[in-house]
Every structure is written in C-alpha cells, then in structure tokens.
C-alpha cells in the first residue's frame, strides 16, 4: 500500500516506516527539517522523504496532490511535555493548527485515502490515584501545554470523522521505550547519563525526578506494530488505547537500567525536577485494540531496556 507517514524522522515515524518498508509497502515520508539524520531506520532511499511544515497548508495540498497515500499516519507533533512549558504556542501551533491543515489538505487533494491514523497519547487522561486500567471512556484531564494541545487535536480528529466522514481512526500511545528516543523522556534520559558516566563524560552520578509515578511501557517497536494494527483494521470514528496494561513505577525502569550498567553509579532524585500536576499513574486498558486487531506486544521489559542502553552506548556524545 502506498503510506505517508508525518513525522517520519523522530522516534515513532521512524519505526513505523522501517516497519512499513520491511513489509514491502511503499513509504513516503514528511519531515520538517533536513537533512533526514543518518540514524533513521531505513536504508538509502527505502522512503521517499518529502520537506513540509505541517503547519503550511498549501504546501500539504502539494503533498497529498503529488503523492496520492492510501493510508495517512499522523505523528508529527511536538511531543515533548518540558518543552510545551517553554515554547506553548509553538506546541498548540504544531499539534493543533497542524492537524487541522492536514486534514483540509487530505480533503481538498486526496478525499479517496482510505485511513488516516491520528497518533494521540495517554497524557490526556485523568490520572487514577491507583492501578485502574484506562478505558478509552475514561475522563480527559490533561495537565501541560502537550497534552491540552494533543487533547484538542485528538476531539479534532473526532469532529472531522463525524462531521466530513473522514476515515480517521485516533491511537493513543501510552508510554514508550526503544532505541533513538530523543532525552525528554525517562528510559533515554536515564540511559543516556548511564552511557555518558561509562564513557567518563559526566560525573557517576544519574540524576532523575520522581520516581514515584506509575507508567505503562510498550517497546516503541511493539506500538509501531499497534498503529498498523489499527490502520488496517481499526473503525473510523473509533478511539484505540495501546500499552502493556501493566503499571510500572519510573523506579522499575530507572533501576532496570541500572542493573544493566557495571559502573558504580549513584542515584541523585531532584526536587526540581518534579513537575506540578504530573499525573501519578496512567496505565491502559488495551481490551478494545486486542479484540479489533489481534495486536499484542512481543517484547519484552528486559529487552527493551538493554536495547535502550546499547543504543545510547552507540550514539554517546551526539544528544540531540
Ligand atoms: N514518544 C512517546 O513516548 C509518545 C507517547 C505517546 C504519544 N506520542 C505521540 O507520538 C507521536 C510521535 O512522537 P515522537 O516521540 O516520535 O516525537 P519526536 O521524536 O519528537 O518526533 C516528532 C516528529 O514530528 C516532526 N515535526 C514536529 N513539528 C513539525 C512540523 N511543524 N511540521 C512537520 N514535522 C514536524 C519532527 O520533525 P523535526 O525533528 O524536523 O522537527 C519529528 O519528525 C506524537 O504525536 C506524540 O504526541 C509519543
């Protein structure tokens, strides 16, 4: 099938085209800056990969009119929480204004694509205060400038299937761990200052935030089979939770990592680093993805957590 995936460069793009391309479908990629960085997934020119801001409409209308997808998947987005504190209206721009211009992009040039995929997160739930898995009734409650702009994007997505009949289906992603995350998020935050202290270009120290939180983590090479799950087999209109449906708190993952390194590293929690209203626990419900697709993830915990670390051990020094 011919895809086009936004987003294609960062974590989730990426692993979704190096997916699609393993399965021998044709990949056409957008991607806001150039060039496309060397660690991408993909060999050579294995997808096609287009330069557009997604926030310029005219150009998306070039896009669809050019390239014709059959399938659409949306994950280009600012997706870092600390960055939406910075730089809120760049966030609300992107994940807002630029899902809204692509979808009148598919609609005024490419109205026969036969399933758009939104990519949206766990982040706009209410947290629980214990172990209660989400269901996708649960309420919204998003607490920072990403997951109010991803909250908005994602009842966007529900206006435009209802009132367009737009073939979109909405995932959200509940946490995620794999090779070429960016920092930002805890497993490459943590794994990045493993590597870096092993290669003595820091202190032995790792310093974290709380460790407290309750989080659900799927290997990104998992959620990537999820999203293609639902885009073959999801209903448009419909909503899909992915994750393990097992809550782990941030310590599991911090000291998991830790267990993987033999240097003698100490663990520094910092007070700053805690951030207001943080939800305390967000683990999914996932029944509803499972009984529609057969999906699973494969991976295991462990695995990805040494997939992490060997992977910042390779790229150490080039953070981006
Ligand atoms: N990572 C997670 O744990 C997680 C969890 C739940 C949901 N999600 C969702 O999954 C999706 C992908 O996240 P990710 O972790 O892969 O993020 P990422 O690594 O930061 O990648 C984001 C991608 O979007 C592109 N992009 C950003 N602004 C753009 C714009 N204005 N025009 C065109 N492209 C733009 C980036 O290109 P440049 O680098 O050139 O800007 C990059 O290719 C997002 O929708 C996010 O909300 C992620």
């Known amino acids: 099938m011919r895809c086009l995936v936004t987003g294609v460069t960062g974590f989730v793009g990426s692993h979704l085209a190096e997916l699609l391309v ?3 479908h044709e990949v056409i990629g957008v991607a806001r800056s150039a060039p496309v960085p060397a660690e991408r997934g993909w060999e050579g020119d294995a997808v096609r990969v287009i330069q557009a801001d997604i926030t310029e409409r005219a150009a998306l209308v070039d896009v669809f009119r050019s390239t014709r997808p059959q399938i659409v998947i949306h994950a280009a987005a600012q997706a870092s929480v600390p960055r939406s504190f910075e730089d809120p209206d760049g966030t609300w721009r992107t994940n807002v204004d630029g899902t809204r211009a692509l979808y009148d992009a598919v ?3 490419c109205p026969q694509v036969e399933r758009i995929v939104y990519i949206s997160t766990a982040g706009i739930y209410r947290s629980s205060t214990q172990v209660i898995p989400l269901h996708e009734d649960a309420p919204l409650a998003p607490a920072s400038p990403y997951a109010a702009s991803k909250a908005a994007a994602d009842l966007l997505s529900h206006q435009h299937a209802v009132n367009y009949d737009m073939p979109i289906v909405r995932i959200r992603l509940f946490n995620q761990l794999g090779p ?4 930002g998020f805890v497993a490459a935050d943590v794994a990045c200052q493993i590597a870096r202290a092993e290669a003595g270009l820091q202190p032995p ?5 709380d460790l407290s939180a309750v989080r659900d983590f799927t290997d990104v090479r998992d959620m990537v089979r999820a999203i293609w799950a639902v885009a073959r087999r999801g209903e448009p209109g419909m909503v899909y939770n992915a994750g ?3 809550g782990r708190k941030i310590e599991e993952v ?3 990592l830790l267990r993987h390194s033999n240097a003698d590293l100490r663990l ?3 007070q700053e680093k805690l951030r207001k209203g943080d939800p305390t626990c967000l683990v999914a419900d996932t029944s509803l993805l499972r009984r529609t697709t057969g999906w699973a993830p494969q991976i295991p915990f462990e695995q990805s957590l040494v ?3 060997n992977d910042w051990r390779r790229r150490v020094g080039q953070v981006r």
Not at 180 to 183: A, L
Not at 205 to 209: H, L, M
Request: hydrophobic share 35%; aromatic share 0%.
């Open 22 to 24: 393993s399965e021998g």
């Open 107 to 109: 609609r005024a040039a």
């Open 180 to 183: 070429r995350q960016r920092t």
């Open 205 to 209: 120290e790792i310093r974290v935030g």
């Open 244 to 246: 393990s449906g097992v």
């Open 254 to 256: 911090v000291r998991g």
């Open 268 to 270: 520094v929690v910092e």
């Open 307 to 309: 997939d992490v670390l």
